[in-house]
């Protein structure tokens, strides 16, 4: 997979999440609206019928609104990736297991791509992570150095056979492929009751003038 493909499938995904977000969730408003209206006009089973709507519909705009973030993740373009992979790790640290996020020597200002491919990656390895690994703690490492960008994600959990598995079923064969779209290099590691570690290195394009440390 390309770059040009992966650029395409991002355009699709930020167009998809502005109508989620700019269509029908502003038409889950109105109905929210009528719905919280009318639970207090109505008495009995019919009013408590309506109320129970209305929380559906409150769940269903929570659930399109993340839906549109995870497809267009608007904090990597306001805060940079260190802050929205902070931002991502603060999410998936209400589902259970303990995350830590440790960066060290990331540029501020990484070409909007490759930020983008390793926010997927760090998205889709602590979904796999807690989906499937019933693990207790899952650790997040991204540090810069002279020759690119290292990540490391690592959990304690059940593991599993790599090769039995394959790379499609955890979604493995995008992660190896955005990765080798932006010149680098993707590893997984796993073996049963041993946990998983998936790696990634990238390397960064060489500029006259090297942004600044984040740090």
């Given at each position: 997979m ?10 699709e ?5 502005r109508?989620l977000?700019?269509?029908?969730n ?8 009528d719905?919280?209206?009318?639970a ?7 009013g408590i019928?309506?109320?129970e709507?209305a929380?559906?519909?409150d769940?269903i ?6 839906l549109?973030?995870?497809l ?5 373009r306001?805060v ?13 640290s209400?589902h ?6 440790v960066h060290e020597?990331?540029p501020?200002?990484?070409?909007p791509d490759?930020a ?11 979904q796999n992570a ?5 693990a ?11 020759g690119?960008l290292?990540?490391?994600?690592v959990d ?5 056979v ?13 992660m ?14 796993s073996?049963?009751n041993?946990?998983t570690?998936v ?10 003038n090297p942004?600044?440390i984040?740090?």
């Open positions: 390309g770059r040009q493909l992966l650029t395409a499938q991002e355009t995904r930020t167009r998809i999440a109508e977000h700019d269509d029908i502003q038409q889950l408003a109105v109905l929210k609206l719905l919280h209206l009318l207090g006009m109505v008495e009995g089973d019919a019928v309506t109320g709507a929380k559906y519909a769940n705009s929570t659930s399109i609104r993340n549109s973030h995870q267009s993740p608007p904090t990597l306001a940079g990736l260190v802050g929205a992979l902070e931002g991502l790790v603060g999410e998936f209400d259970g297991p303990r995350l830590s996020f020597s990331v501020a200002n990484l070409p490759l983008l491919c390793v926010f997927r990656i760090v998205q889709e390895a602590l807690l989906k499937h690994s019933q207790k703690t899952i650790s997040v490492q991204l540090r810069g150095n002279a690119g290292a990540l490391t994600v304690d959990g059940v593991g599993f790599v090769e039995g598995v394959g790379y499609q079923g955890l979604g493995l064969i995008s190896a492929e955005r990765v080798e779209a932006m010149g680098g290099r993707f590893n997984v590691w073996s049963p041993r946990g570690r790696t990634a290195s990238m390397p960064l394009p060489i500029t006259e942004a600044p984040a740090v």
